[in-house]
């Protein structure tokens, strides 16, 4: 466990410890007692000595709740302290593994933390700390009568012994489940994001026979820790009960043979029970421990990234921006999907991108904004690479609407103003910038509408209006829309148009993917990509007149022939 030596972890790990021999030299105080009221008290008859033996005692267990309260806290503090570290920026490199070319994301390590989190903050490890005391309690025992120290001492490596047979046992097991667990979990989420497709074909049954198959392999191996540990557990708390009468009984031997007191006998006996204990906890809860140690090292295996630190702050950009001979390829062993693309918008300029399927349109604009790396080129926003900018402060100045809008649970302004406080009048003029303010409106409760999640009350074409806002909430000087009308009615049609328009007024910088013409004729400029290579870049007339023309040639060649 030497994960509990972490740096973040030390101070307060090794004050739980220092409190654990406080705690333990403390708990010596009951066996001591009665081992004086049994020898001097009983034999003195004094009440005196009585009194003063019980406060003494009383102090020292008022001392035990201080040390164990002060304990459970600095764990307590330990498990914040943890997540405090490693969860922002743990679910910040879910976030970037999940947008990344792969659109995968280990989700796993956010529940490796909560396991860590959760141990710490629990009562089985102090079982842990503990149980290094144990030898202390030998000693103390082996002062009253070496037979007696002998037998505590045999008794804890017996228990020692069943504590590394647990190890032994259980280890490999209890990584099966935790395996097959996680398995069964992400096949339950990938059948839940296909629900639709599953029930909408008739594949319910088969779905959920496939998902059962893996479940009951799982349920088989938590069987075979369960009964594992179980017994385990049960030989434990059986063998300290039989070693304590075993204590007693060589004490009641001594006591006979006149070679020790009763109250040593009864003290020894009380001592050994209170060795034991420890052991006894760690046994029965090794499940949970070998969990945690599983948990870091896993944790341990992958960068898990620190928050990054404050970066010089860039002005706000006007919206210039240049592409330098961009290079992407999300397999190197693969033909890039974007091949030497270069072009140059000044600010408030508009270009639309056109294109087959599959020809990069939504892997260009992806680069654009930062949200994947090129293996070549570059991306300048204001002549500053993109990647340059604190992500946090660019999308103070950018304005995205994705081709598959997903908006969070909450209310429609808690969407519009990307999950941060609420300002009225931003969202608001937002909402107005993307002419979907009278449409919100008419929502039940308007802005305060709750939307569900991922929006699921809304229609296609409200989630797209509403995203469409987000995107232009706080007047971002560069905005880029891929397929912004895929789910848009007329009346959305024309609403965008209007922003458009207005985002032009504005002297903002807009890139669009699209395919209708007359949506792109309205654009400054147009770019037609091909496999990933730029085709043609100019003034949008000029484009759409040339592909005009390409078009008709194979009619007037058949024609001709």
Same mark, same amino acid.
């Given at each position: 466990?030497?994960?509990?030596?972490?740096?973040?972890?030390?101070?307060?790990?090794?004050?739980?410890?220092?409190?654990?021999?406080?705690?333990?030299?403390?708990?010596?105080?009951?066996?001591?007692?009665?081992?004086?009221?049994?020898?001097?008290?009983?034999?003195?008859?004094?009440?005196?000595?009585?009194?003063?033996?019980?406060?003494?005692?009383?102090?020292?267990?008022?001392?035990?709740?201080?040390?164990?309260?002060?304990?459970?806290?600095?764990?307590?503090?330990?498990?914040?302290?943890?997540?405090?570290?490693?969860?922002?920026?743990?679910?910040?490199?879910?976030?970037?593994?999940?947008?990344?070319?792969?659109?995968?994301?280990?989700?796993?390590?956010?529940?490796?933390?909560?396991?860590?989190?959760?141990?710490?903050?629990?009562?089985?490890?102090?079982?842990?700390?503990?149980?290094?005391?144990?030898?202390?309690?030998?000693?103390?025992?082996?002062?009253?009568?070496?037979?007696?120290?002998?037998?505590?001492?045999?008794?804890?490596?017996?228990?020692?012994?069943?504590?590394?047979?647990?190890?032994?046992?259980?280890?490999?097991?209890?990584?099966?489940?935790?395996?097959?667990?996680?398995?069964?979990?992400?096949?339950?989420?990938?059948?839940?994001?296909?629900?639709?497709?599953?029930?909408?074909?008739?594949?319910?049954?088969?779905?959920?026979?496939?998902?059962?198959?893996?479940?009951?392999?799982?349920?088989?191996?938590?069987?075979?820790?369960?009964?594992?540990?179980?017994?385990?557990?049960?030989?434990?708390?059986?063998?300290?009960?039989?070693?304590?009468?075993?204590?007693?009984?060589?004490?009641?031997?001594?006591?006979?043979?006149?070679?020790?007191?009763?109250?040593?006998?009864?003290?020894?006996?009380?001592?050994?029970?209170?060795?034991?204990?420890?052991?006894?906890?760690?046994?029965?809860?090794?499940?949970?421990?070998?969990?945690?140690?599983?948990?870091?090292?896993?944790?341990?295996?992958?960068?898990?990234?620190? +928050?990054?630190?404050? $970066?010089? #702050? !860039?002005? =706000?950009?006007? %919206?210039? /921006?240049?592409?330098?001979?961009?290079? *992407? @390829?999300?397999?190197?062993?693969?033909?890039?999907?974007?091949?030497?693309?270069?072009?140059?918008?000044?600010?408030?300029?508009?270009?639309?991108?056109?294109?087959?399927?599959?020809?990069?349109?939504?892997?260009?604009?992806?680069?654009?904004?930062?949200?994947?790396?090129?293996?070549?080129?570059?991306?300048?926003?204001?002549?500053?690479?993109? +990647?340059?900018?604190? $992500?946090? #402060? !660019?999308? =103070?100045?950018? %304005?995205? /609407?994705?081709?598959?809008?997903?908006? *969070? @649970?909450?209310?429609?302004?808690?969407?519009?103003?990307?999950?941060?406080?609420?300002?009225?009048?931003?969202?608001?003029?937002?909402?107005?910038?993307?002419?979907?303010?009278?449409?919100?409106?008419?929502?039940?409760?308007?802005?305060?509408?709750?939307?569900?999640?991922?929006?699921?009350?809304?229609?296609?074409?409200?989630?797209?209006?509403? +995203?469409?806002?987000?995107?232009?909430?706080?007047?971002?000087?560069?905005?880029? /829309?891929?397929?912004?009308?895929?789910?848009?009615?007329?009346?959305?049609?024309?609403?965008?148009?209007?922003?458009?328009?207005?985002?032009?007024?504005?002297?903002?910088?807009?890139?669009?993917?699209?395919?209708?013409?007359?949506?792109?004729?309205?654009?400054?400029?147009?770019?037609?990509?091909?496999?990933?290579?730029?085709?043609?870049?100019?003034?949008?007339?000029?484009?759409?007149?040339?592909?005009?023309?390409?078009?008709?040639?194979?009619?007037?060649?058949?024609?001709?022939?």
């Amino acid at each position: 466990m030497n994960w509990l030596l972490a740096p973040t972890l030390r101070p307060l790990v090794l004050l739980a410890a220092a409190v654990s021999l406080v705690l333990n030299l403390a708990l010596l105080a009951p066996a001591l007692y009665m081992l004086q009221v049994f020898d001097r008290v009983f034999a003195s008859r004094s009440t005196e000595t009585l009194v003063m033996l019980s406060l003494l005692a009383a102090l020292a267990l008022g001392l035990a709740y201080f040390m164990d309260t002060v304990r459970a806290g600095a764990l307590a503090w330990a498990s914040r302290a943890l997540d405090r570290q490693l969860s922002p920026a743990a679910l910040g490199n879910v976030l970037r593994e999940a947008a990344g070319p792969a659109g995968r994301a280990d989700n796993d390590v956010l529940r490796d933390i909560a396991a860590l989190r959760s141990f710490l903050g629990g009562q089985g490890i102090h079982a842990l700390f503990d149980a290094p005391w144990v030898p202390l309690y030998v000693a103390v025992i082996a002062l009253m009568h070496p037979l007696l120290g002998v037998t505590a001492a045999i008794g804890a490596g017996m228990l020692a012994a069943t504590a590394l047979m647990t190890e032994r046992l259980t280890h490999h097991a209890v990584r099966e489940v935790v395996a097959r667990s996680r398995a069964a979990t992400q096949h339950a989420e990938a059948l839940a994001r296909n629900a639709e497709v599953i029930v909408g074909m008739g594949m319910t049954a088969a779905a959920v026979s496939a998902w059962q198959a893996g479940q009951q392999k799982l349920l088989q191996a938590q069987a075979r820790v369960g009964g594992t540990t179980a017994g385990l557990g049960a030989l434990a708390r059986i063998a300290r009960q039989g070693l304590q009468v075993a204590m007693l009984g060589v004490g009641a031997w001594l006591v006979i043979g006149l070679d020790a007191s009763e109250g040593i006998m009864v003290a020894a006996t009380i001592l050994f029970g209170r060795a034991l204990q420890p052991l006894e906890q760690l046994i029965a809860g090794w499940k949970a421990m070998i969990g945690a140690r599983s948990a870091w090292q896993r944790l341990a295996g992958k960068p898990v990234p620190q +928050a990054e630190g404050p $970066r010089l #702050a !860039l002005p =706000a950009p006007s %919206g210039r /921006l240049e592409v330098e001979q961009l290079v *992407f @390829a999300p397999v190197a062993a693969r033909p890039p999907l974007i091949k030497k693309v270069r072009f140059a918008l000044d600010a408030g300029e508009s270009l639309g991108i056109i294109g087959p399927s599959a020809s990069g349109k939504t892997t260009l604009i992806r680069l654009l904004l930062g949200i994947w790396k090129p293996q070549g080129g570059v991306v300048r926003l204001d002549g500053a690479d993109i +990647a340059q900018w604190d $992500r946090d #402060a !660019l999308g =103070a100045h950018v %304005g995205y /609407l994705p081709q598959d809008v997903e908006l *969070f @649970a909450g209310t429609v302004a808690e969407n519009i103003a990307r999950l941060g406080a609420v300002d009225s009048r931003k969202v608001v003029d937002a909402a107005r910038l993307a002419h979907a303010h009278d449409m919100i409106l008419r929502l039940p409760q308007g802005y305060e509408t709750q939307i569900g999640d991922a929006g699921n009350v809304l229609s296609g074409g409200q989630r797209q209006r509403i +995203a469409l806002a987000r995107a232009l909430y706080g007047d971002p000087r560069l905005v880029v /829309l891929d397929e912004p009308n895929a789910s848009l009615d007329a009346e959305g049609e024309r609403a965008l148009a209007d922003a458009l328009a207005e985002l032009k007024t504005r002297g903002t910088t807009v890139v669009l993917v699209g395919h209708r013409p007359a949506m792109m004729s309205t654009l400054d400029k147009l770019a037609v990509l091909n496999e990933g290579a730029l085709e043609a870049f100019g003034p949008a007339s000029a484009v759409l007149a040339r592909l005009r023309a390409v078009a008709h040639q194979p009619m007037q060649k058949v024609a001709a022939s």
